[in-house]
T-cell receptor, first 114, second 113 residues
């Protein structure tokens, strides 16, 4: 499968622990996005990268969240000192950018904070 | 900032009937409007999109219309089939060219056989 892959698919953690999610985009895609989706809601934008540069972060993203894309390929999203409100599906998407707007989503990483 | 409202939240139709889902947006600068379909437990996938220089776009049984003046756009599915059952999300491009979408809250479509 040459689509966007994310791992782990599921993560259960205790409040206060740190978690890290990884996203491997489609290889030729230079843009990478992180979204968060809670039950019954649409995906909510968190941040995006053009190659290795992080171009924007949502104001909703607290200082406990950090994302990297060190070599312009895979990306990691780390959440420090997790809270129960962080429980959600974290979706990664990639795109070619330019004139095409299509985002190709991964299957997501579901986080449950106990 | 941009805000996207989507209605209805749930929609049940008989197989073969049409379904219409409506969205409104607030930022007049938005110029790209995609629709994504998310089946249960699966990733969202693009089904159709429209740019602000076009009023309507059709792809087989799916069409999208855009009214820039009123700032609303709609998804039309004709001759619905059970496999159309899913959650549909509209979105608007918040900042032109970044494809940093603001999504609506979704419509759960159920097609009854």
């Amino acid at each position: 499968d040459t689509g966007v892959s994310q791992n782990p698919r599921h993560k259960i953690t205790k409040r206060g622990q740190n978690v890290t999610f990884r996203c491997d985009p489609i290889s030729e895609h230079n843009r990478l996005y992180w979204y968060r989706q809670t039950l019954g809601q649409g995906p909510e934008f968190l941040t995006y990268f053009q190659n290795e540069a992080q171009l924007e972060k949502s104001r909703l993203l607290s200082d406990r969240f950090s994302a990297e894309r060190p070599k312009g390929s895979f990306s990691t999203l780390e959440i420090q000192r997790t809270e129960q409100g962080d429980s959600a599906m974290y979706l990664c998407a990639s795109s070619l950018g330019g004139l095409t707007g299509e985002l190709f989503f991964g299957e997501g990483s579901r986080l449950t904070v106990l | 900032g941009e805000n996207v409202e989507q209605h209805p939240s749930t929609l049940s139709v008989q197989e073969g009937d049409s379904a219409v889902i409506k969205c409104t947006y607030s930022d007049s600068a938005s110029n790209y409007f995609p629709w994504y379909k998310q089946e249960l437990g699966k990733r969202p996938q693009l089904i159709i999109d429209i740019r602000s220089n076009v009023g309507e776009k059709k792809d087989q049984r799916i069409a999208v219309t855009l009214n820039k003046t009123a700032k609303h756009f709609s998804l039309h599915i004709t001759e619905t089939q059970p496999e159309d059952s899913a959650v549909y999300f509209c979105a608007a491009d918040q900042t032109s060219g970044t494809y940093k979408y603001i999504f609506g809250t979704g419509t759960r479509l159920k097609v009854l056989a």
